[in-house]
């Protein structure tokens, strides 16, 4: 494990590193998630068994980083993933983002156009800041800052705060079209009780790239975490590097 400073020196980012070829893949994780999860493991062992270029890390005050986590805000894990492509990733860079983490890949694509040549999001949240909340959780969160929700993946509650809230509201992206043109794969279960399918179905309508593919899970849960559903991702990924990889058709 090595880990980085951000911006202002004051949080130790951990990541873990794999060198090899082609664009670099980085997975993103999902709310209050990090970088240990099944999905992350099995793209670093695919990528080690095939020379490839692999990068995981922790959002500040997730994981193995610093920081607190009800301190942070959706702007700053987007501020961390910039920061891990800036200094750490090299070349061309594939983002893999996990719920929330397909959010996240959706903010720093628009920000990295010269360096995302791809995408892949495995049951991508974006704007669940509005859809993902009744009023009645909404109006908690606004007036006592805080909102606890017992989790099926944790014996800790998930805890979404006021500043979190506010910061995801701002950094909507699902109100008009994406102007992200790089080859897309989408990944959902049609058994997701914590993110729609049609979420998915929304967000391919959006993105302005033609080459946006989307595989529903008809048995699939939120996590997609089986062994189909791992074979699934990685099939997603090397198509979407082939993609990549390919010469541009001529003139």
């Known amino acids: ?11 130790a980012l951990a990541y873990e ?20 999860g099944t999905k992350a493991i099995a793209l670093e062992e695919w990528a080690k068994a095939n020379g490839r270029a692999f990068l995981r890390f922790d959002y500040g005050g997730c ?12 702007a700053a894990w987007r501020d961390d993933a910039l920061l891990m492509i800036d200094e750490v990733a ?39 800041t ?14 006592e ?3 606890e929700k017992p989790s099926p993946y944790s014996e800790r509650p998930t805890v979404t705060t006021r500043a979190f809230w506010a910061s995801g509201e701002a950094n909507r992206v699902m109100q008009g079209s994406i102007d992200i043109a790089v080859p897309v794969r989408l990944l959902h279960g049609m058994r997701d009780t ?20 989307l595989t529903l899970v008809k048995d699939g849960d939120h996590r997609l ?19 990549c990889m390919q010469p541009p058709p001529l003139p």
């Open 194 to 213: 914590d993110v729609p399918w049609q979420r998915s179905q929304a967000l391919m309508q959006y993105l302005r790239s033609e080459d946006v593919h």
């Open 90 to 128: 090299e070349g061309p860079v594939i983002l893999a983002g996990s719920s929330m983490g397909g959010w996240i890949m959706l903010l720093v694509a628009r920000a990295r156009r010269e360096r995302i040549v791809g995408l892949v999001g495995i049951a991508a949240a974006p704007d669940f």
């Open 17 to 36: 590193y794999t060198p090899g070829e082609g664009p670099v893949v980085v997975f993103l994780p999902g709310y209050a998630s990090d970088m240990t």
């Open 63 to 74: 994981g193995q980083s610093g920081g607190d986590f009800e301190q942070q805000t959706l």
């Open 225 to 243: 975490s089986r062994e189909q559903d791992i074979a699934a991702l990685i099939r997603a990924v090397e198509e979407v590097s082939e993609r």
């Open 1 to 11: 494990m090595t880990d980085t400073a951000d911006d202002a020196g004051q949080t």
């Open 130 to 143: 509005d859809w993902g909340f009744s009023q009645a959780e909404k109006m908690t969160i606004l007036q």
């Open 145 to 147: 800052g805080r909102l």
